[in-house]
Structure formats: C-alpha cells, structure tokens
C-alpha cells in the first residue's frame, strides 16, 4: 500500500483539530508522557487513546513510553506548525449536513460512544436514565426483554421490569468478568455500566416502537411486530446493540476494536444459549 503524501497528511490533520493538537505538543516537547499530554490538551483517557491510535502513522511510543513522533510525523509537524485552525483544542462539533448523518448521529450515538463512557457523572446519570426508562416501559407494555432480544408480549408487568435490568446485569457482569481476566483492561466500573445500558437502547426503542404501534395502528409497524418480519426486525436489534455495546467498551476500556468484539460476541453467545433454553415466542398482533 503507498504511503499517504505529505499534502494528505496536513489535509487530514487540518480536518481534525484535536489530533492536530497531539501532533503540535509532542513536536514542541520532542517525546512526552501520557499523562502530561492528557493533561496539557485537557482529554479523556479514552478520547487521547482513541486519537493516538489514529496517529499511529505519525505518533510512536520509545523505550521508555514516552510519546515521540515518528519520521512522518516530524514532516507533517513541520507542515502543520505555521498552520492556524480556530480552537484546536475545543473544535465545535460540526453539523450534521445530510439525512445519513443526522440518522448516524441519533441512531449510533456519533460521537457519544466517546464521550459517555469516560465520564463518571454522565455514565451514571445516562445508565440510570436508561433503566429506569426501560424498566417502565417495559412494565408499561408487558414485554420481556431477553438481554438484545424481545422474548415475548404477553409477560407479567413485574416479571418484564425484572427481566429488563436482568439483561442489563448479565451484559455488564460478562464485560466486566471478561475485560478483567483477559484482557487485564483498567477498571471503569461507571464506563462499563453505561456501555451496558448503551448497548440496550436498541431493546428499549422497540419496545417503544411497539407501545406506539399499539396506541396508534399502523400496518407497516404492524408488519415488523408479526410474523415473518418479526425475527428479521430482531436480527436488526442485535446487530444495532453489538454495534453500540462493541464501540462503547472501546471507549471505556481504551480496548481495541477486535477485543471489545470478542466481549460483544460472548455476549450474544450468551443471549442465544438463553434463548436455547427459553424460546422466543412469536407475537400475536393486538
């Protein structure tokens, strides 16, 4: 593969003022730690890793973990030093500029999987948020959630509630037992119970999807509540959850995309091997 020229690395510094930020301090400092270039551009543990992984072209680690820039890098630094973007360490977020995005943004959460996990009073306020939104709506509509799955409609109202933070309760505890013993991860307790309640969104949209149809009838919802297209509409569920659950632990746990799916995939395991034990039962539309 050829090697991006040196035009193509500005442009694409120049495009992302933050990782532009990383390059420019460590050029000023010539090698520097983690936790001062943590500090000096005033990041999150899981935002920098996230850039520094993406500067791996340009960004190196030395013999003593010091962040150092590679040959490119001092290029591109070189390229970039005469270079002023506004507010390069607190760019605005840009808007959205066509449906796709609008639809990324609300639907895969662009760019809250970075941001919620790493934060202590967002994780709490949005995984309590969460359940308790989930918990009632599920109560509400009798319908039991089985961890990424919808099992049936016609649940007791306490038994539905119940089950709905049970799912969130085994989706954490796999993530947490997982990311401690295999990949020996750094513990962030509220980032994982946040990527856990993330990843049930997708659940409680349908459930809430299903409480809409019910109150105002509609023949293409209806159609995604019955047979066949009840079982497609719950393949959707899944992949959109492992989506979100995958990206959130990215996030909270500095992990690699490949190892926060591997967790994502143990967790579907799991959810099937339920479902083994505790079939899915078509509903009825009513």
Do not use: C
Request: hydrophobic share 50%; no cysteine; net charge positive.
């Amino acid at each position: 593969m050829s090697q991006p020229s040196k035009d193509e690395v500005v442009a694409r510094l120049t495009s992302k003022p933050k990782r532009m930020a990383v390059v420019r301090l460590i050029g000023e400092k010539g090698e520097i730690s983690f936790k001062e270039l943590k500090a000096r551009l005033d990041m999150g543990v899981g935002t920098l890793y996230y850039h520094l992984d993406a500067l791996r072209d340009l960004v190196t680690q030395n013999e003593t973990k010091q962040y150092v820039l590679t040959d490119a890098g001092k290029s591109a630094y070189e390229s970039i030093k005469g270079i002023e973007v506004a507010s390069a360490k607190f760019a605005p977020r840009k808007l959205p500029s066509s449906v796709l995005e609008v639809l990324s943004q609300v639907f895969l959460l662009e760019p809250e999987l970075e941001i919620i996990p790493q934060d202590r009073g967002l994780s709490l306020t949005f995984s309590l948020g969460i359940l308790f939104t989930g918990t009632i709506l599920s109560g509400f509509t009798r319908i039991e959630p089985a961890i990424f799955f919808l099992r049936t409609r016609n649940a007791l109202p306490i038994f539905a509630m119940y089950n709905l933070l049970a799912s969130w309760a085994v989706i954490f505890g796999t993530v947490l037992l997982l990311s401690t013993f295999l990949w020996k991860a750094r513990r962030n307790i509220m980032g994982l119970a946040a990527a856990s309640a993330i990843s049930l969104i997708p659940v409680i949209f349908a459930i809430l999807l299903d409480s809409f149809r019910r109150t105002f009838p509609d023949a293409v919802l209806n159609s995604l509540f019955g047979f066949p297209y009840f079982l497609g509409f719950q393949v959707v569920l899944v992949l959109w959850a492992g989506y979100l659950l995958t990206f959130s632990l990215r996030s909270a746990l500095n992990l690699t995309v490949e190892k926060a799916l591997v967790e994502t995939l143990v967790v579907v395991l799991i959810n099937f091997a339920y479902l083994w034990a505790n079939p899915l039962v078509i509903p009825t539309l009513g």
